[in-house]
């Protein structure tokens, strides 16, 4: 883990420069970890922020503003900023948004959650490196269950 090189971070969250959304700080490994190669060269000795607002196409922001990584500069799609199918929910076990779908579609239920939540207790998650966020990716799975649900209620699903 170490940062020996990358400036601290200094005050208050920037926003982005796209939307004027807050940021969320990622660690630098998730953004290494998931930019493709040619992009790497790019990064900043820099603190890195998440942009999680769904109608915006930057995913990460350096602290000083001057680096932009767009999600086509990922190597993974970032669900949250996706409407179409594949968006992945989970990145550690590879669950999509079809797959909650398909569940609800026909059984008006899913074991997904759960499943994610004994994984997640067993310590076999790698959020950190696997999801662009860099956190957990259950508070997503959920929105999209109800999501699924309330569609599947009004016969859209
Ligand atoms: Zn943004």
């Known amino acids: 883990m ?3 090189c990358v400036t601290s971070y200094t005050g ?3 926003t982005c420069p796209m939307n004027g959304k807050p940021m969320k700080p990622v660690e630098r490994k998730t953004v290494e970890g998931l930019l493709k190669p040619e992009i790497k060269v790019d990064l900043l000795l820099q603190p890195y922020y998440f942009c999680n607002a769904p109608d915006c196409d930057i995913v990460y922001v350096s602290e000083g503003k001057d680096h932009l990584v767009t999600k086509d500069m ?3 799609r970032v669900g949250i900023k996706e409407t179409e199918d594949p968006i992945p929910l989970c990145y550690c076990f590879g669950y999509m948004r079809a797959d909650v779908r398909e569940d609800i579609r026909q059984k ?4 997904i959650e759960t499943i994610i939540r004994q994984r ?3 310590k076999e998650c790698w959020c950190e490196e696997a999801n662009p966020s860099g956190t957990c ?3 997503e799975v ?4 109800k999501l699924a649900k ?3 209620d009004q016969n859209l699903l």
Request: charged content about 20%; hydrophobic content about 45%; some cysteine.
């Open 120 to 122: 997640v207790k067993a």
């Open 2 to 4: 170490s940062q020996c």
């Open 142 to 145: 959920m929105k999209s269950i």
């Open 150 to 152: 309330a569609l599947k």
């Open 137 to 139: 990716c259950l508070g």
């Open 74 to 76: 990922l190597i993974v």
């Open 12 to 14: 208050a969250a920037p």
């Open 108 to 111: 008006n239920d899913t074991d």
